[in-house]
């Protein structure tokens, strides 16, 4: 008897088979402190570097709770990635930046994953990854 496909396993699968490839990257190796989430933090902190960063917009960038991104900061801060600095319009805020460290780091991120994205993309048309996009966010959206 034939298993019915799942989505939902499909995409678990292909999760585990991408943070496996980060995981075993050559620039993961160079970069031994990073973790699978440090590093997509740090990409999201570096894109994003000319707004104010927030933990509240890690947790609804990765869909985490309040408790795993305070833990993985928390981590971070320890491993000299990030600082945590107040901003004068509330003092309960702490704006997220990256340190000297972390956008060395990020620069051999931007590179490796420019060329695991061309891995991950390959005999795509622009067309059909953009239906891609449109069906996981959709998905995505049934969900939250």
């Not at 799942?6 to 075993?24: A, H, P, Q, Y």
């Not at 930046?97 to 390959?122: P, Y």
């Amino acid at each position: 008897m034939m298993r019915k496909k799942s989505i939902g396993f499909e995409f678990r699968s292909l999760n585990n088979l991408i943070m496996r490839k980060v995981e075993n990257s050559p620039v993961k190796k160079q970069i031994d402190s990073i973790t699978g989430t440090n590093g997509w933090i740090i990409g999201f902190l570096a894109e994003n570097a000319d707004k104010e960063i927030y933990q509240k917009d890690l947790e609804e960038e990765f869909s985490i709770t309040r408790s795993t991104a305070s833990k993985v900061l928390i981590l971070m801060e320890k491993k000299g990635l990030i600082e945590r600095r107040g901003v004068p319009h509330d003092a309960r805020l702490k704006k997220l930046t990256l340190t000297e460290k972390a956008w060395k780091i990020s620069e051999l991120m931007i590179a490796n994953a420019n060329q695991f994205e061309k891995t991950l993309t390959k005999g795509f048309t622009e067309e059909e990854l953009e239906y891609l996009y449109g069906f996981i966010q959709r998905m995505k959206n049934n969900i939250q």
